[in-house]
């Protein structure tokens, strides 16, 4: 049956303008709104976190992970173990963690994914947000031909009329967060059906929003069971650890008379204060967090995204309070702006306008600094670490240090602690750069910041260089934010830029590509070229045979390298000369018990990745295989695996 979607006032969203509050666990998320949504996936089981307390807002989903989730969510875990045998798609074989998940969602019973035009999945690739929408909306009954067969646009269309984007401004070949995953799940919650029965309902759910909210009075950890401020008891489905919500009003989600989630609508817990900052006003000083805090103690503290200690507190840091980690958040970040508007009044200003038509929320302890200025006046804004607004100080009246990231489509975003704030405009001058960003009149200035790395980034080790990389460091990559977990060992050379915070630790990083890499087998040559007034001077070229009629051109080479040995050669961005020419090793006679799926394998003692895109020969033909690795294995005999910094990026195969 085809459904109309419709987005149904979301309870989550009940009071929020009156105390915004955090009900997350996870102690890496700043935001609030996120941290809300995260709990609530958290108690539905629809997302997780690492196994280390942090729930990684800004990494992206791979389409693995979403249909995961998507399955969960339709409630049918049960039917993974049944699935995971089966073999729908050739990338997603019995051994890969997720065959359950992709093959039922694949499934005519389930009808949520297609896969792609050649056939395959591709689990480990970030899903895009137009895929992530397509997959709840046909979740929600919805198929292609209520789309008019435009692909994702029409898809998109249709959710965004129903209001199931809301707060979510990406477009469809996006890759998306985590943090925006459990926005648009948690946007999907309450979409009814044209019978106005809700998601949840159709799922199994019982979520009547129609009375008053309850209070959690009690949460018993040993048996999972929760005492309500209306007097009853009740059982958790999965008992998890909710002992920060007691006290909080919200809806109760229920399946078998059991309880499978809490829908907060209210924070109160004890005398905390949720919708106000402190400023430092010493190093080191704690004055006033105990008025923050309701007199909690043990609290954790985070500086800038970063696990620190009360004595990295420094003059100046904007200081909040999130009750339900027990934590509170400083941030550092200040920003020269112009004052282009604000609502309601300049006296009592609730959202401001800078940063050329950006909109910023103000804590209502910063209304008084903020009333000493009017539109068309020059500040410095010190924010929170959720970016809002938490005081305002004359030019001059203490430093700035704003800084940004622009994306490859000239994006801006202010890197407030751990969180991206988009700015409004467009930067394609300073795109895939980390910058500096202050404000004269109107003009937002950008001023690129660079640097030279002083070694290679080690994911394993959460090393640059001699450097330890901060929990939660920011990556970006060629212009996208992307997963630390998604790379492992990258040369100092495609380091443009590492910020190192106060303790001396890497908190952001941006990649770029230093050229073009190849990965084969070398052919040595030689060439010669004048050597007037003296001889002719003879020189050593090297060719980089990679696929079926492909390779690089003959190229003068200065570098060691044996002929038919497997290379990494990169080029510069013109492709005229070789930067860097390595020999890979070698992992001799692999046998098949080695591999865990197509991506890892186990040798020597070692774990090693293996490339999506690594090329494979076969030696009896004296040709590549065109099916890649799957035709590669599927040949079977013996095969030799070539390797660099950990990843496998060569395979050979004979019988």
């Not at 159709?202 to 309500?228: E, F, H, N």
């Not at 985070?302 to 420094?314: I, M, T």
């Not at 992307?482 to 630790?505: C, H, P, Q």
């Not at 890979?584 to 197509?598: H, N, Q, R, T």
Request: hydrophobic share 40%.
């Amino acid at each position: 049956m085809k459904k109309r979607v419709f987005a149904a006032l979301l309870c989550l969203a009940l009071l929020a303008s009156l105390v915004p509050a955090a009900f997350a666990v996870f102690a890496d998320v700043p935001d609030q709104e996120t941290a809300r949504n995260a709990e609530v996936l958290r108690m539905l089981g629809i997302m997780e976190g690492d196994g280390e307390g942090r729930f990684r807002p800004n990494s992206n989903l791979t389409r693995a992970e979403f249909c995961k989730m998507a399955v969960v969510l339709s409630g049918k875990r049960s039917v993974v173990t049944r699935y995971a045998s089966r073999t729908v798609f050739p990338d997603v074989r019995a051994p890969h963690w997720a065959a359950g998940y992709v093959n039922y969602a694949a499934s005519e019973e389930a009808g949520m994914i297609h896969g792609l035009p050649d056939g395959t999945f591709q689990p480990d690739r970030a899903i895009s947000y137009g895929e992530a929408v397509t997959i709840l909306m046909r979740r929600l009954g919805y198929t292609d031909k209520d789309t008019g067969g435009i692909w994702p646009d029409g898809y998109l269309a249709l959710a965004g009329e129903a209001g199931m984007l809301k707060g979510l401004n990406l477009t469809g070949g996006a890759a998306i967060t985590r943090a925006q995953a459990a926005k648009l799940f948690v946007n999907a919650l309450t979409a009814t059906d044209d019978e106005g029965k809700t998601l949840l309902t159709l799922l199994g759910y019982t979520c009547d929003m129609s009375g008053d909210p309850v209070t959690i009075w009690s949460v018993d950890l040993s048996t999972g069971k929760v005492r309500l401020s209306d007097g009853t008891t009740c059982e958790m489905e999965n008992p998890l650890e909710l002992a920060a919500l007691k006290g909080v009003k919200g809806y109760l989600v229920t399946r078998a008379k059991k309880v499978a989630a809490f829908l907060p609508v209210l924070s109160v817990a004890g005398g905390a204060v949720s919708d106000a900052a402190i400023i430092v006003s010493a190093d080191g000083s704690t004055v006033g967090v105990d008025a923050l805090t309701g007199g909690a103690d043990h609290y954790a503290v985070y500086r800038n995204g970063a696990r620190a200690s009360v004595d990295a507190l420094k003059k100046g840091d904007v200081v909040t309070y999130n009750a339900a980690i027990n934590a509170i958040q400083a941030c550092d970040t200040r920003v020269l702006t112009y004052y282009e508007n604000c609502e309601p009044s300049p006296a009592t200003p609730t959202k401001i306008k800078v940063l050329c038509g950006t909109e910023f929320d103000v804590l209502p302890t910063a209304q008084a600094s903020l009333a000493a200025f009017k539109p068309g006046k020059t500040m410095i804004l010190l924010l929170a670490a959720d970016g809002r607004v938490a005081g305002a100080v004359e030019n001059g009246g203490a430093s700035v240090n704003a800084f940004g990231y622009v994306n490859g489509a000239g994006k801006l975003s202010l890197i407030c602690g751990g969180t991206l704030i988009p700015l409004e405009g467009t930067y394609a001058d300073y795109a895939k750069q980390a910058v500096r960003i202050t404000q004269s009149g109107k003009t937002v200035n950008l001023y690129k910041q660079t640097n030279t790395a002083a070694g290679a980034l080690n994911v394993k080790e959460k090393t640059l260089g001699d450097r330890k990389l901060a929990d939660g460091v920011l990556v970006f990559e060629n212009g996208e934010q992307v997963a630390m977990e998604t790379l492992t060992v990258i040369d100092k050379s495609r380091i443009a830029y590492a910020r190192t915070n106060a303790a001396g630790e890497v908190d952001l990083i941006v990649i770029v590509d230093s050229g073009n890499t190849y990965y084969g087998i070398a052919k040595k040559g030689s060439g010669t070229k004048s050597g007037y007034p003296f001889e002719d001077i003879t020189y050593t070229t090297l060719q980089v045979n990679y696929g079926t009629n492909q390779s690089t051109s003959a190229l003068e080479c200065a570098y060691a390298f044996r002929d038919g040995d497997y290379v990494e050669a990169v080029l510069n961005a013109d492709g005229t000369r070789y930067t860097s020419v390595t020999t890979l090793s070698k992992l001799a006679a692999v046998p098949a018990s080695a591999w865990i799926g197509d991506t890892v394998v186990n040798y020597g003692g070692q774990t090693y990745t293996v490339s999506a895109d690594a090329v494979c020969y076969n030696r009896d033909a004296g040709a590549w295989f065109d099916g890649g690795l799957a035709a590669a294995k599927a040949y079977g005999g013996t095969m030799d695996l070539y390797v660099k910094d950990g990843v496998v990026r060569a395979v050979e195969v004979r019988a």
